[in-house]
């Protein structure tokens, strides 16, 4: 069968590969990749169903359908009744639980761990550090300590990458799982392809005049939201390393602390020394709200989206992890009892959003609330010393740390 007409046929494999990957197939897309010889790229990865929609749309249209009223009424639904849901959850009576968590597997760094994250699936890790290094791990090698000491072959570290000149204080998956960015105290950013079977350094860098804090992929993978020691959020295109500023004239005071995407793409967040917190509209680049004084004043350290993208987590050094309702900038819960006098803690939700997660900065370990209740559950997976991150994976109730010992933890319940 021939592609319709003006579309090759590498363009709809391209679309397919894209499709896979964005699925969570990245192995399967790079199969097909090398089978078709069709190269992977970093563009869209959800322009095929956004065709296919388009297309179903417009054929219900000509056969007197009405698809967008469907389409309309289940995403009203979705958002009802999908991830954490504040008012439905209270009324549930269920109460979130701490699992007990232990090492599985530790390695180290040769300088300070900075910095953490999941790719999308779940399926691997990246780590940075103080060393100007970045560790690639399979969570597939990782063993459960119950089942015995790790084989030699199993080597859960697939890779070290290098190419930055400073401290790595931010990383970030691409969402296809075959391009990994990071940002660094050198005023760099750098893409590294995953998918090439050697190489140790980056394919693309962008550069600013102030140090890199934080990174974030738009969910298509087209754009990159960026901040640092300047004021703006800058958002780069992968494809061409171009930039933009978000909000003209609306910028923070101080520099960006961190940033993050809305799973829809829809808005950016961004969390600042200045203590606001802004969130910005990801099409257009306009702030669309700023919460002032989220901390008292403090500096706000870290945001974070919820998965439904109704609720924002924020971080600050006034010692309280903030959950704010999007829609209406309300605050719904203050977080207490841990001490955040770091300008590296940031809280994080749990893979289903029902705990939140954040390091005490002065006893080194994981304190954890029920994200509904605002309850202290537990605290746990303690370090010797400063815990700088805690990534949390999308896919399984799992989490990595990093710290100033050096040392990269992974931890999972006993039980999994």
Request: hydrophobic residues 35%; charged residues 20%; glycine residues 10%.
């Amino acid at each position: 069968m021939e592609p319709a007409a003006g579309v090759t046929r590498e363009e709809i494999i391209r679309l397919m590969l894209c499709q896979l990957s964005a699925y969570g197939y990245s192995s399967l897309s790079q199969a097909i990749a090398t089978h078709t010889k069709v190269p992977m790229t970093t563009e869209s990865n959800s322009r095929l169903s956004e065709l296919v929609s388009a297309g179903l749309q417009s054929e219900s249209r000509r056969l007197g359908g009405d698809v967008e009223g469907d389409a309309e009424m289940s995403a009203e639904h979705h958002e009802e009744t999908g991830g954490l849901d504040l008012g439905r959850a209270a009324h549930s009576g269920a109460a979130a639980t701490m699992p007990r968590y232990s090492t599985w597997y530790m390695t180290r760094h040769k300088g300070a761990a900075t910095t953490a994250a999941f790719s999308r699936d779940g399926r691997y890790i990246a780590t940075g550090s103080v060393d100007t290094s970045l560790k690639l791990i399979e969570v597939d090698r990782v063993r459960c300590p119950l089942t015995g000491m790790a084989r030699p072959e199993d080597k859960p570290v697939i890779r070290t990458l290098y190419h930055h000149t400073a401290e790595i204080t931010g990383v970030a998956f691409h969402p296809n799982g075959l391009v990994l960015a990071s940002c660094s105290v050198d005023r760099t950013i750098k893409l590294f392809d995953l998918s090439a079977a050697y190489g140790k350094h980056s394919f693309q860098s962008m550069k600013d005049n102030h140090a890199y804090r934080s990174i974030a992929f738009h969910p298509s993978g087209e754009y990159l939201a960026a901040g640092g020691d300047g004021c703006e959020v800058r958002v780069y295109n992968v494809s061409t390393g171009k930039a933009y500023l978000l909000g003209s004239g609306a910028q923070h005071s101080a520099g960006i602390t961190g940033v993050g995407y809305a799973s829809s793409g829809a808005l950016v967040s961004s969390s600042s020394r200045d203590g606001s917190v802004k969130l910005w509209d990801g099409a257009t680049g306009k702030c669309v709200r700023t919460l002032d004084r989220a901390h008292g004043g403090q500096a706000a350290t870290a945001v974070a989206f919820s998965q439904n993208s109704k609720y924002v987590l924020t971080t600050g050094l006034d010692s309280r992890v903030c959950l704010w309702d999007v829609g209406s900038g309300r605050l719904m819960h203050a977080y207490e009892g841990a001490t955040l006098d770091s300008p590296s803690s940031g809280a994080v939700f749990s893979y289903d959003d029902s705990l939140v997660l954040v390091a005490d900065s002065r006893l080194n370990d994981i304190v954890s609330w029920d994200a509904v209740s605002g309850n202290l559950v537990a605290r746990s997976a303690q370090h010797k010393q400063l815990i700088t991150c805690i990534a949390p994976s999308p896919a399984a109730p799992a989490f990595m740390t990093c710290s100033a010992d050096e040392c990269v933890r992974f931890w999972s319940p006993d039980d999994v």
